[in-house]
């Protein structure tokens, strides 16, 4: 903390770099007949808002955000193009033939070499939430071609495996024989089976999930590439008719994928999948599909819980809140107010000084759930934290109440702060989790090919690699390990895959927290 300072207001910072980018901004507006973005500058003295562009990056969370964004590219499949990591190259080239399709691309999930689909499209749509919500600040950090491009391959992935409207392919290789193996994704030779789900057998979850990472992406590549937008939108439109119209757990229905992302319910997915193909489209129906009886039945209003992988609630109740913060018209409606008080109770909850602030902390402030990749949560919920205090901030809304207590955009801003950090370095381990950033981090990250050097030969038992006291060969640049136990202790071993396995879905949140850190500017307050 104590960096409040440096966060406020950015001063009037009108380099002729920025004036270019208003210009093209308008021109573009002008030529596509969008209305510009509201630009508001962040202060809260109750005068009228002023457009304004982003502010001067903070270098700590500009570096830290370029070197979380690296891990996207550590964790591509297929054949690399402009690969910038020197130990990685081409894998995965035959994912998906035996169904004659190319599934090459996509993204390993974590230290293993698996394609969950269901990890992989929530990452898919995180991003581009983080995206859409601040491209301009990730690019005055220059870092937002970078995001786009991770976010690419991983939707080129989603379109290829969805070639029929009710065929969605949601794994590529088995997690048994893959676990079997310690190698590098070069060197792969084990078989990698697909499994698809289809109109006998559904999966509402992942094709639900993956509606929502299509809807979204095609919102970030509506203007650079209208012809892909489109495609997403279309691919995405016909994914929730499938996810709805044949509901069914994707983990009931499949078993095997119990063991690693086991999915507590569906109806999250379908109202997070709606509340995204309303933004995209702007057609009622999906509206009326959140706040309807499917609001009523999967919507859990007042209940604030932890966004993760397997529960969308809380992104859907501020991905909702934006709508109740910045449509008059639509606002009234009283299952959107619904919405947006859980959103308000969510956040609530994270406030420390909250009177309904949750008890599942570690002494020195981090959320705390899980002894299992437990970074996960407070990274996720700070990146929710900081969304929701720059809708406040761009709305002018001055407060929310906490039962008691009121508080503002700025303490939501400074609890966001606290967790990322706790994450960089301001803990009692005194150490990144970041890897990569500051000088201590994890040196036995849980990953196969950060463990293993670029010229061995392992064939798939290089056991040895993942045995050796000595540390990786391979820097993981960005990944973001699972993180300390509740009594902030913290085992730095490769096997103690708990706490030093990465994942790609925790890249996509601490890359959404920092991005909304790097610098202030008002949020979007439309996705045009
Ligand atoms: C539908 O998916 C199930 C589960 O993956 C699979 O066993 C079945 O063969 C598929 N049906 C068709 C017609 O391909
Ligand atoms: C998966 O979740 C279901 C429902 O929550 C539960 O009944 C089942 O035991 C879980 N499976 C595993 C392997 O944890
Ligand atoms: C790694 O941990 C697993 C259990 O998580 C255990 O079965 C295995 O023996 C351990 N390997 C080494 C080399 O310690
Ligand atoms: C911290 O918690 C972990 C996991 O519960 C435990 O294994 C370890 O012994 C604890 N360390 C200390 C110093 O209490």
Same mark, same amino acid.
């Given at each position: 903390?104590?960096?409040m ?12 770099f ?13 030529a596509?007949?969008f209305?510009?973005?509201?630009k ?9 808002p ?9 270098q ?10 690296q ?11 402009n ?11 035959d994912?998906?033939k035996?169904?004659? $399709? ?13 394609k969950?689909?269901?990890?992989m ?10 995206i ?7 690019n ?5 071609d970078?995001a ?10 989603l ?10 392919y ?8 893959d *676990? ?8 792969? +030779?084990?078989?990698?089976p697909l ?14 999930? +993956? ?6 992406a ?12 489109n495609?997403l ?9 499938f996810?709805?119209?044949?509901r ?15 999915s ?5 997915? $379908? ?19 959140v706040v309807g009886?499917?609001?009523? +039945? ?26 109740s ?8 409606d ?38 299992w990749?437990?970074l996960? *949560? ?11 205090s720059d ?12 039962d ?7 303490d ?12 960089l370095?301001?803990?009692?381990m005194?150490?990144?989790y970041l ?11 849980h990953?196969?090919?950060a463990s293993?050097p670029?010229?061995a030969t ?7 690699w993942?045995?050796?006291d ?25 096997n ?6 990465p994942?790609?879905?925790n ?22």
């Amino acid at each position: 903390m104590g960096k409040m300072g440096e966060e406020k207001k950015s001063g009037g910072c009108m380099g002729w770099f920025i004036v270019l980018i208003v210009v093209g901004e308008i021109a573009l507006a002008l030529a596509l007949g969008f209305t510009l973005r509201n630009k508001f500058h962040h202060d809260d003295d109750g005068d009228s808002p002023v457009p304004r562009p982003p502010g001067p990056v903070a270098q700590k969370y500009g570096d830290a955000l370029k070197i979380a964004l690296q891990f996207f590219d550590i964790q591509k499949s297929g054949k690399l193009v402009n690969n910038e990591i020197s130990w990685r190259g081409d894998s995965g080239i035959d994912d998906g033939k035996e169904a004659n $399709l190319d599934l090459s691309k996509g993204m390993y999930d974590a230290g293993d070499h698996m394609k969950f689909g269901f990890p992989m499209a929530y990452t898919a749509t995180v991003l581009s939430w983080a995206i859409l919500e601040y491209g301009d600040q990730m690019n005055k950090a220059n870092q937002l071609d970078s995001a786009k491009d991770s976010l690419k391959w991983i939707t080129d992935y989603l379109i290829n495996a969805h070639p029929e409207p009710n065929v969605l392919y949601i794994q590529v290789g088995d997690p048994d024989i893959d *676990h079997s193996c310690w190698n590098r994704p070069e060197s792969m +030779t084990e078989k990698r089976p697909l499994i698809q789900i289809n109109a006998s057998t559904p999966g509402t979850e992942v094709a639900a999930e +993956t509606a929502a990472a299509m809807a979204s992406a095609s919102l970030v590549f509506k203007s650079s590439d209208s012809t892909y937008s489109n495609s997403l939108l279309k691919h995405a439109k016909e994914l929730f008719t499938f996810a709805d119209k044949h509901r069914g757990s994707y983990s009931e229905n499949i078993p095997q994928v119990q063991k690693y992302y086991n999915s507590t319910g569906y109806g999250d997915e $379908l109202l997070w999948a709606a509340s995204w193909l309303y933004h995209a489209t702007k057609d009622q129906t999906y509206l009326d599909y959140v706040v309807g009886s499917n609001g009523e +039945t999967y919507a859990n209003w007042g209940s604030p819980t932890w966004f993760s992988w397997d529960d969308k609630r809380p992104g859907t109740q501020v991905l909702l809140s934006r709508v109740s913060f910045f449509d008059s018209k639509a606002a009234t409606d009283a299952s959107l107010k619904k919405y947006r008080k859980t959103a308000e109770a969510v956040m609530c909850g994270l406030l420390p000084k909250s009177p309904t602030a949750t008890s599942s902390r570690t002494r020195s402030g981090l959320i705390w759930i899980s002894d299992w990749n437990a970074l996960q *949560h407070p990274v996720a919920s700070a990146f929710l934290a900081v969304v929701y205090s720059d809708y406040m901030l761009t709305s002018r809304t001055q407060k929310i109440q906490c039962d008691s207590a009121s508080f503002s955009a700025k303490d939501l801003r400074k609890f966001a702060l606290s967790q990322a950090n706790y994450v960089l370095g301001d803990n009692p381990m005194k150490m990144s989790y970041l890897v990569g950033y500051g000088d201590k981090y994890s040196q036995f990250v849980h990953h196969r090919g950060a463990s293993i050097p670029a010229d061995a030969t392992t064939g798939c038992k290089g056991w040895q690699w993942l045995e050796s006291d000595q540390p990786n060969p391979n820097v993981a640049m960005g990944a973001l390990v699972g993180g300390p136990f509740l009594n902030e202790s913290f085992v730095d071993d490769r096997n103690n895959s708990m706490q030093t396995e990465p994942s790609t879905y925790n890249s996509a949140a601490i890359v959404g927290l920092l991005s909304g850190l790097v610098t202030t500017s008002s949020v979007a307050t439309s996705f045009t």
